[in-house]
Nanobody, 124 residues
Framework: QVQLVESGGGLVQAGGSLRLACAAS????????MGWFRQAPGKEREFVGAITRSGGSSYYADSVKGRFFISRDNAKNTVYLQMNSLKPEDTAVYYCAAEYTIDIHTTPLSYDYWGQGTQVTVSS
């Protein structure tokens, strides 16, 4: 089992920045690809980005590419989502997820463990 706890959400004005963190506990953190997803009211959960086990590579959805950046600190069992140039359409509950794999996948069903989510609201 892997337990994931997100933090760092909140209310920010358009154009602003937020950094989310996801702290993991349980099994060896470095064995897992870590992903970030988001879900807005009335919409399906969508892929935001993910990072490989070593942190050497990351992949992003087109909607956030160049604005959002994922990093991880395996010594601290934590993955981060740096969100810049935020837009009102980025408003959603953001979830981190862990998948026991070596490849990055973009579908929620691929991921084994999920956090409880943290709300991000971007005002215009």
């Amino acid at each position: 089992q892997v337990q994931l706890v997100e933090s760092g959400g909140g209310l920010v004005q358009a154009g602003g920045s937020l950094r989310l963190a996801c702290a993991a506990s349980g099994r060896t953190f470095s064995y897992y690809v870590m992903g970030w997803f988001r879900q807005a009211p009335g919409k399906e959960r969508e892929f935001v980005g993910a990072i490989t086990r070593s942190g050497g590579s990351s992949y992003y959805a087109d909607s956030v590419k160049g604005r959002f950046f994922i990093s991880r600190d395996n010594a601290k069992n934590t993955v981060y989502l740096q969100m810049n140039s935020l837009k009102p359409e980025d408003t959603a509950v953001y979830y981190c997820a862990a998948e026991y794999t070596i490849d990055i996948h973009t579908t929620p069903l691929s991921y084994d463990y999920w956090g409880q989510g943290t709300q991000v609201t971007v005002s215009s």
